[in-house]
């Protein structure tokens, strides 16, 4: 008797269609596709919903649920997307099909395996997230000009290690590197006068969607 094997599947909390609200594609029309499951409780996280829940998809199944968008932009994001071994071929599907794909993780899972098409838009976790011991620091060799390098700030001390990271593994020379403030907690424009003061080779960014919409589910 022939045991036939499952196609491969993923739990997905949610595939939705908005504005990338983040990072150089900031603006553009963008299909997510949020994963559920992440390792990591980052003090901050404004995405607990996708911890637990969502439903098992096949890829083909993802795959025509993001074509019914039309959007030629797809961001694989989470909770933590590589927490799930399927997410690896989700996105060499994706840039199979032809779509421009970027993955938003935690930087503390290994990006060596993702499919070299896709642009990993890699968070690395300052001291006020509380997961500062989780970061993977042999990602950042791993980094090219087409990823991105993202820290996520609370507060000066946040900012301070910042810094001391960017200059003491040369990042600028690697990728872009994004800061953005913790909201409700460190002032956009006190973020924005420290970058200027120390003349960081950054992209200062707010989160676009939340300016749009709040911290609405699906936007």
Same mark, same amino acid.
């Given at each position: 008797? &022939? #045991?036939? *094997?499952?196609?491969?599947?993923? /739990?997905?909390?949610?595939?939705?269609?908005?504005?990338?609200?983040?990072?150089?594609? /900031?603006?553009?029309? &963008? #299909?997510?596709?949020?994963?559920?499951?992440?390792?990591?409780?980052?003090?901050?996280?404004? &995405?607990?919903h996708a911890f637990s829940g969502g439903h098992r998809l096949s890829i083909a199944a993802i795959l025509e649920k993001v !074509?019914?968008?039309? !959007?030629? $932009? %797809?961001? %694989?994001?989470?909770?933590?997307?590589?927490? $799930?071994?399927?997410?690896?071929?989700?996105? !060499?599907?994706?840039? +199979?099909?032809?779509?421009? %794909?970027?993955?938003? &993780?935690?930087?503390?899972? +290994? /990006?060596? +395996? %993702? +499919?070299?098409? #896709?642009?990993? /838009?890699?968070?690395?976790?300052?001291?006020? *997230?509380?997961?500062?011991?989780?970061?993977?620091? $042999?990602?950042?060799p791993l980094l090219t000009p087409r990823d991105e390098l993202k820290f996520v700030l609370a507060d000066r001390a946040d900012y301070d290690w910042a810094v001391d990271a960017i200059r003491a593994h040369e990042l600028e020379k690697r990728c872009p590197i994004l800061f953005s403030p913790v909201q409700d907690s460190l002032a956009p424009q006190e973020l924005a006068v420290w970058i200027l003061a120390d003349r960081l080779p950054v992209r200062f960014q707010l989160q676009l969607h939340k300016l749009l919409w709040g911290n609405m589910r699906g936007k």
């Open positions: 008797m &022939t #045991v036939r *094997s499952r196609p491969p599947s993923l /739990i997905v909390s949610e595939i939705f269609h908005s504005l990338q609200g983040e990072a150089s594609r /900031i603006g553009l029309p &963008t #299909v997510f596709v949020r994963l559920t499951g992440c390792p990591l409780r980052c003090s901050w996280c404004d &995405t607990e !074509a019914e968008y039309g !959007a030629q $932009q %797809v961001c %694989v994001t989470g909770g933590e997307p590589l927490a $799930q071994k399927n997410c690896l071929p989700l996105l !060499a599907a994706l840039c +199979d099909a032809g779509y421009e %794909v970027s993955l938003e &993780t935690s930087g503390a899972l +290994d /990006i060596a +395996d %993702v +499919d070299p098409r #896709v642009s990993r /838009i890699v968070d690395l976790k300052a001291p006020g *997230s509380g997961e500062c011991a989780r970061n993977r620091w $042999q990602n950042l």
